[in-house]
């Protein structure tokens, strides 16, 4: 069989390119909200809106409470997605629930998660499988902090300070702590973001081994937030203090510039067994 012409071939090639791009924006339709992240779409699947974590009752409420922000968002997102030409922005993922995990944008180009986190009904929850879009979703979330909309005019919701006694009652739910990074050691081939004196009563980010490759790659020593004050975000456990697992990049802002470095504190050279890291929803 004589060679296919170049000319013919990178048109045969620009075709497929295309119909594959096609296919992967096939059009989606909601049948419901079931919560303020999560669509029932019409052909059965459930979908779920990556990167945020929409307002839902306080850990201490009672099964059954009316909790208004969350039937607000639940409300927000029927009107936004239910019966609209949906589309994935970027590339969908199937979660650990058998979810579709995806950025949506509707016929009309409005983006869901930014029209919810704009509200004020979310907050920013990226995942190691969930990044995509961080840097936009981080600014439209500020915006809705910065006036006060939605879950931003509630306590349950601040911003926490980088306090062991007011973690500690955190335990076990998703939060966004801010702090002044004390210090930065690394033990293990794990890097540890202290931020008080003793790092075994007090608050700390624990990057592990496999996290660090994704913080080189994204060009981020993490002795650079030493002296820094950075905003974290993620679930709050105990390993002694209160820890923060940093799986990836953006779950750590820094909000100033470096202070003078101090002396890292003396680790043992086998870090504690890993914090189960069960993020339900």
């Known amino acids: 069989m004589p060679a296919m012409p170049r000319r013919i071939l990178s048109l045969t090639l620009l075709a497929l390119l295309l119909m594959a791009t096609t296919a992967g924006a096939t059009e989606l339709r909601a049948a419901a909200a079931t919560d303020g992240a999560t669509l029932l779409l019409e052909d059965g699947r459930s979908l779920r809106l990556a990167g945020i974590e929409p307002a839902a009752p306080p850990m201490a409420a009672e099964p059954g409470d009316h909790w208004p922000l969350a039937e607000a968002a639940r409300r927000a997102l029927a009107e936004l997605a239910v019966g609209q030409s949906l589309t994935v922005r970027g590339e969908a993922r199937t979660d650990r629930h058998g979810r579709l995990l995806a950025q949506l944008e509707r016929g009309d180009g409005l983006w869901l998660q930014g029209a919810l986190l704009a509200r004020g009904l979310a907050r920013v929850h990226t995942r190691p499988d969930a990044r995509a879009l961080a840097r936009e979703m981080l600014a439209a979330e500020a915006a809705a902090r910065d006036a006060g909309r939605g879950v931003w005019r509630t306590r349950a919701y601040a911003v926490r300070p980088a306090d062991p006694d007011a973690l500690r009652r955190d ?105 189960s890291d069960d993020e339900e929803e």
Do not use: N
């Open 171 to 275: 335990r076990d739910s998703f939060q966004i702590v801010e702090g002044r990074v004390l210090r930065v050691s690394k033990a293990g081939g794990d890097a540890y973001l202290d931020f008080g004196e003793d790092w075994r009563t007090d608050v700390t980010v624990h990057i592990g081994r496999a996290a660090l490759h994704e913080f080189v790659a994204a060009g981020i020593d993490p002795l650079s937030y030493e002296g820094r004050t950075v905003r974290v975000r993620g679930w709050v456990g105990l390993r002694a203090g209160p820890l923060i697992e940093a799986t990836h990049p953006e779950q750590i802002e820094r909000l100033d510039g470096a202070a003078s470095p101090l002396p890292p504190p003396h680790r043992p050279s086998a870090p504690p067994p890993d914090l």
